[in-house]
């Protein structure tokens, strides 16, 4: 997967792409990431990317050339995802990371806080997105989000293959306690059934620390998870009343 990222912030990228999973994917060949200075695009002596609104008020606003401009250089003849980073976009999720992972190419555009200029948006952006509910002062942290979230789900990108498919969010649960070494930490034990060398009582034991995980910190998600009869049983004996996604599907 190719991505190419645009900011006025080149700076901020290199510490969170250079290390981890984001360096391994880059350097296995299955992420080529590229980060484009914006000013690179622009035309007059001072390289201004802002200007202020029509209308007055506060703030400044992206000037739409060096971002079409820019945008239509690194796309080339091949149509890709156009993606701005702004408050305003779809909040991003587990399921949005997946769908983007089905692109051979992504384009970003980091936004500033105060705005883009409308036509951006109208003419050249195909998708928007936000990474939740508070306000950052501008995309480039949500791009390093997005990224990081997408990239570690290329097949091969991760050390431990099952670990994207068994990861908090990806089953619609929350993941369980982990414990390693050593088996005594100043007086606390790890679980007697994750040293049973029992494989099926591991497993059973770790779906309903999952179900009990989630039912005590976002019982929200237990609505449209997917269950079985046995996990519902299991809610159901903990205390849960609340919905699920099948409920009035019949078998
Ligand atoms: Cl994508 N941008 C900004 N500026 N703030 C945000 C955001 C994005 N997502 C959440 N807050």
Redesign the pocket.
Same mark, same amino acid.
Request: charged share 10%; proline share 5%; aromatic share 14%.
């Given at each position: 997967m190719r991505i190419d990222i645009l900011t006025i912030f080149p700076e901020m990228f290199p510490c969170v792409l250079d290390a981890s999973i984001l360096k391994r994917a880059q350097d296995k060949g299955l992420a080529d990431i590229r980060v484009w200075n914006l000013r690179d695009w622009t035309t007059d002596r001072h390289k201004t990317t802002d200007d202020a609104p029509y209308g007055g008020g506060g703030g400044m606003v992206m000037k739409p050339e060096p971002i079409f401009a820019a945008v239509e250089d690194i796309r080339g003849e091949e149509e890709v995802p156009v993606i701005l *980073?702004?408050?305003q976009?779809r909040r991003?999720t587990q399921t949005v990371a997946e769908e983007l992972t089905q692109q051979a190419r992504l384009i970003f555009i980091c936004?500033?806080?105060e705005g883009v200029d409308e036509r951006v948006r109208e003419h050249l952006v195909t998708d928007e997105? &936000?990474?939740?509910?508070?306000?950052? &002062?501008?995309?480039e *942290?949500?791009?390093m989000v997005v990224v990081d979230a997408v990239v570690r789900l290329l097949p091969g990108a991760l050390g431990y293959e099952r670990a994207a498919a068994e990861d908090s969010h990806a089953t619609g649960l929350l993941e369980g306690p982990h414990y390693t070494r050593p088996l005594l930490f100043r007086g606390w034990e790890v679980p007697e059934v994750l040293r049973s060398g029992h494989h099926a009582r591991v497993a059973e034991w770790r779906r309903r620390q999952a179900l009990k995980r989630t039912l005590e910190r976002r019982p929200d998600l237990l609505a449209t998870a997917r269950l079985t009869e046995q996990d519902k049983r299991w809610l159901r004996e903990m205390g849960y009343h609340g919905p699920f996604a099948d409920d009035g599907v019949s078998q």
């Open positions: *980073l702004t408050p976009g991003f936004g500033r806080y997105i &936000s990474i939740g509910d508070y306000v950052l &002062s501008g995309g *942290l949500a791009a």
